[in-house]
């Protein structure tokens, strides 16, 4: 399978969209961890250590945006080398540009597609970049 022993931590606050990543990468043969809210996402983060690869939503409730959060887990030494990906349905012209100065390792836009998704997310394990705004 082609995320076989791999583990995937999604910061995602939206259920359906959650349940749709999480049946694709598990039927990948991923191990797959989540939050949905972004303000407990470092804590949980270091409990689920070992992370593969973080899929972050850009638009979280209370104030909270996926860049704040991507902050947060290059601050703490043991999530900085961990690869971060945007998967978002914000507007990829502008935030694919931001996300490259930040430091992310790849945007993939929403809706995710079941033929494309499990690719995108092994390819960035793998230490490449992913830019796809069509999901």
Same mark, same amino acid.
């Given at each position: 399978?082609?995320?076989?022993?791999?583990?995937? *931590?999604?910061?995602? @606050?939206?259920?359906?969209?959650? =349940?749709?990543?999480?049946?694709?990468?598990?039927?990948? #043969? =991923?191990?797959? !961890?989540?939050?949905?809210?972004?303000?407990?996402?470092?804590?949980?983060?270091?409990?689920?250590?070992?992370?593969?690869?973080?899929?972050? @939503?850009?638009?979280?409730?209370? #104030?909270?945006?996926?860049?704040?959060?991507?902050? =947060?887990?290059?601050?703490?030494?043991?999530? =900085?080398?961990?690869?971060?990906?945007?998967?978002?349905?914000?507007?990829?012209?502008?935030?694919?540009?931001?996300?490259?100065?930040? #430091? !992310?390792?790849? !945007?993939?836009?929403?809706?995710?597609?079941?033929?494309? *998704?499990?690719?995108?997310?092994?390819?960035?394990?793998?230490?490449?970049?992913?830019?796809?705004?069509?999901?």
């Amino acid at each position: 399978m082609l995320l076989n022993q791999k583990r995937v *931590f999604v910061v995602e @606050d939206n259920p359906g969209n959650l =349940a749709v990543m999480q049946t694709i990468l598990t039927q990948q #043969g =991923a191990t797959v !961890f989540f939050e949905r809210w972004g303000q407990d996402t470092c804590r949980r983060l270091l409990d689920a250590l070992p992370i593969d690869i973080i899929l972050l @939503d850009l638009m979280l409730p209370n #104030g909270i945006s996926g860049y704040d959060v991507f902050s =947060a887990i290059k601050a703490v030494p043991e999530l =900085a080398s961990v690869p971060v990906v945007i998967v978002s349905a914000a507007d990829p012209d502008h935030e694919m540009d931001k996300a490259r100065r930040m #430091g !992310f390792s790849g !945007f993939i836009g929403k809706p995710v597609r079941l033929n494309t *998704f499990g690719h995108y997310v092994a390819s960035v394990i793998q230490g490449q970049h992913v830019w796809a705004p069509a999901g």
